[in-house]
């Protein structure tokens, strides 16, 4: 028995209709929300020495093998400078030197880091203790991530704050790589 024309189309609209709901949903779940930085950041406690505790593997830090810190210290001109040390695997130290200045309205929780002008990245504060031990900070593409602390070991309640603060912004936990701290 042959279904009528009208009958048909209307289970063909329906498919389609139903195909193209799948492929939003499909999509609403690969795309993650856009990244969020914490509500706001006060510069003069962010201040000072960082030990990376993991972080998303980056061409620009390939030759380090461990003992990754960071250090901010503030300029005359209102801009950070930045010293990122890590030892190779040859047991050298490798050195790298940038600014970092304040994204204007972002309550100091962007900043926008250079090491070789004109080159710049994109340096958003997603995670922060309350008392500044320790910190997340990752661009908004999320191709950046990294874990940092006060001190170069975190205790697993706080590591798993951070995790959890990571996973919540749409971050892969699998891509972390953690950092040996043997001689900070």
């Known amino acids: 028995m042959r279904k009528p024309l009208n009958l048909t189309l209307a289970y063909g609209a329906l498919v389609l209709a139903l195909s193209g709901s799948c492929t939003a949903c499909m999509a609403a779940q690969s795309d993650p929300p856009p990244v969020q930085t914490v509500a706001q950041v006060d510069i003069s406690r962010y201040l000072g020495k960082w030990y990376e505790i993991a972080r998303y593997p980056r061409f620009f830090q390939k030759q380090c093998v461990?003992?990754?810190s960071a250090q901010y210290v503030p300029r005359k001109?209102?801009?950070?400078?930045?010293?990122?040390?890590?030892?190779?695997?040859?047991?050298?130290?490798?050195e790298a030197r940038g600014v970092a200045e304040v994204v204007d309205g972002s309550n100091n929780t962007k900043l926008e880091v250079t090491f070789?002008?004109?080159?710049?990245?994109?340096?958003?504060?997603?995670?922060?203790?309350?008392?500044?031990?320790?910190s997340i900070v990752a661009s908004p593409n999320r191709r950046s991530l990294w874990i940092l602390s006060r001190t170069p070991n975190l205790d697993k309640p706080e590591l798993d704050k951070a995790l959890r603060i990571i996973s919540t912004q749409g971050f892969a936990l699998d891509k972390l790589q953690y950092t040996s701290q043997d001689n900070p």
């Open 66 to 68: 461990s003992d990754v």
């Open 77 to 94: 001109d209102g801009k950070v400078e930045v010293t990122n040390r890590c030892r190779k695997r040859d047991g050298s130290i490798d």
């Open 116 to 134: 070789m002008p004109p080159f710049s990245g994109d340096y958003w504060i997603i995670g922060l203790d309350k008392e500044y031990r320790w």
